[in-house]
């Protein structure tokens, strides 16, 4: 079994940043594809934002984050880091890291944190 723990969240005003990070621990968990994908207010679906796979290949599942969001995975220990800079009142969501044993794509992640607020004031 994976587990798999967000922190980090806040309330920030645009053009603020801050830094999410995840750890997942398990079995096999280093052979998994990690993501950050997140819930706007309202919204029914979690949108996928980043993900990187066991081999490391990252993709920006997002344009609107393109230029102001990066992120790596420490593969010692398993880590995720999301480092949000310019932040927008529409980036406002709670963000979730989740893992997937496929390894290779987050699009069917299993296993997920419980989530992490983050909250921008214009």
């Known amino acids: 079994q994976v587990q798999v723990e967000e922190s980090g969240g806040g309330l920030v005003q645009a053009g603020g940043s801050l830094r999410l990070s995840c750890s997942a621990s398990g079995v096999n968990a280093r052979n998994f594809a990690m993501g950050w994908w997140r819930q706007a207010p309202g919204e029914e679906y979690k949108e996928e934002i980043v993900?990187?796979?066991?081999?490391?290949?990252?993709?920006y599942s997002s344009d609107s984050i393109e230029g102001r969001f990066t992120f790596s995975r420490d593969n010692v220990n398993n880590t995720l880091v999301l480092q949000m800079n310019n932040l927008k009142p529409e980036d406002t969501a709670v963000y979730y890291c989740?893992?997937?044993?496929?390894?290779?794509?987050?699009?069917?992640?299993?296993?997920w944190g419980q989530g992490t607020r983050v909250t921008v004031s214009s």
């Open positions: 993900c990187i796979t066991r081999s490391g290949s990252k993709r």
């Open positions: 989740a893992a997937a044993s496929d390894g290779y794509s987050c699009g069917r992640s299993e296993f």
